[in-house]
């Protein structure tokens, strides 16, 4: 396993994405890498991998749902600074996940992980960003 493997991994099987909580009147934003395959091999190798490169995915799961025919997936999931130090990492290695890649490095570049004190601005700016990858990933141009 290798950095360029890795990208071409996440750049296939891969989603990048920032996700919105609400509750109580209140907004937590969050960034998130998944990489997703049926071979659980492949996902432990990726697993050592990032491991290697000091970045902790917070979860490796299984998705088997009963009755259905399909084969089982494994997930990889890394969130908030995980996320964005993996994006970094990846900065200029991603080939058609790129814009998803650089909402990210945005992402990063303006706040930290931390939802305390972003202030009214920020969280206008979260929210931008938000929109953009998600019309990213509906497959518009």
């Given amino acids: 396993?290798?950095?360029?493997?890795?990208?071409?991994?996440?750049?296939?099987?891969?989603?990048?994405?920032?996700?919105?909580?609400?509750?109580?009147?209140?907004?937590?934003?969050r960034?998130?890498?998944?990489?997703?395959?049926?071979d659980k091999v492949l996902i432990d190798a990726v697993y050592d991998f990032l491991m290697s490169?000091?970045?902790k995915p917070f979860a490796v799961q299984h998705d088997r749902r009963p009755g259905n025919p399909r084969k089982t997936c494994y997930v990889i999931s890394?969130?908030?600074?995980?996320?964005?130090?993996?994006?970094k990492i990846l900065?200029?290695?991603?080939?058609?996940?790129?814009?998803?890649?650089?909402?990210?490095l945005r992402y990063a570049k303006g706040f930290s992980t931390s939802n305390k004190a972003i202030g009214e601005e920020g969280r206008d700016l979260r929210r931008s960003l938000l929109d953009e990858i998600q019309w990213i990933n509906q497959g518009c141009p």
């Fill in 31 to 38: 960034p998130y890498i998944t990489i997703t395959n049926t």
């Fill in 78 to 87: 890394l969130g908030g600074k995980s996320a964005l130090q993996l994006a």
């Fill in 1 to 29: 396993m290798n950095l360029d493997y890795l990208a071409g991994l996440i750049d296939g099987e891969g989603c990048l994405t920032i996700s919105v909580r609400r509750q109580y009147n209140k907004e937590t934003f």
């Fill in 91 to 104: 900065d200029g290695k991603l080939v058609s996940k790129t814009p998803q890649l650089n909402v990210l």
């Fill in 53 to 55: 490169l000091g970045v």
